[in-house]
């Protein structure tokens, strides 16, 4: 993993990712993928690119199997768009 990456979605750095492919969970072909999955998205805060780097460099083919980047993703910029548009209408609302 290059240490100067930074994630282009969420743009945090890879302390998130290095620690989560620490843990023991992604490394257990026994452990409940669903679980594991949580685990992942609050170290990673959500991000599904995080996500996504994080379950290939750990090669859990349970947990690719499990998480669906493209909905992820589409859900992710909702998300972020959703945001933009009601903090433009603020400020435009304050600017009056
Ligand atoms: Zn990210």
């Known amino acids: 993993m290059n240490p100067a990456r930074s994630c282009r979605m969420c743009h945090n750095a890879v302390d998130a990712l290095a620690t989560a492919l620490l843990m023991p969970e992604l490394d257990m072909p026994l452990t409940d993928p669903e679980v594991a999955l949580l685990k992942l998205r609050t170290l990673c805060h959500e991000c599904p690119a995080c996500i996504l780097s994080v379950i290939r460099q750990s090669k859990s083919t349970l947990l ?8 992820e993703a589409a859900a992710w910029w909702q998300k972020i768009n959703d945001e933009t548009a ?5 400020a435009e609302k304050a600017y009056l």
């Open 64 to 71: 690719a199997y499990e998480f669906r980047f493209k909905e």
């Open 86 to 90: 009601v903090r433009e209408y603020l």
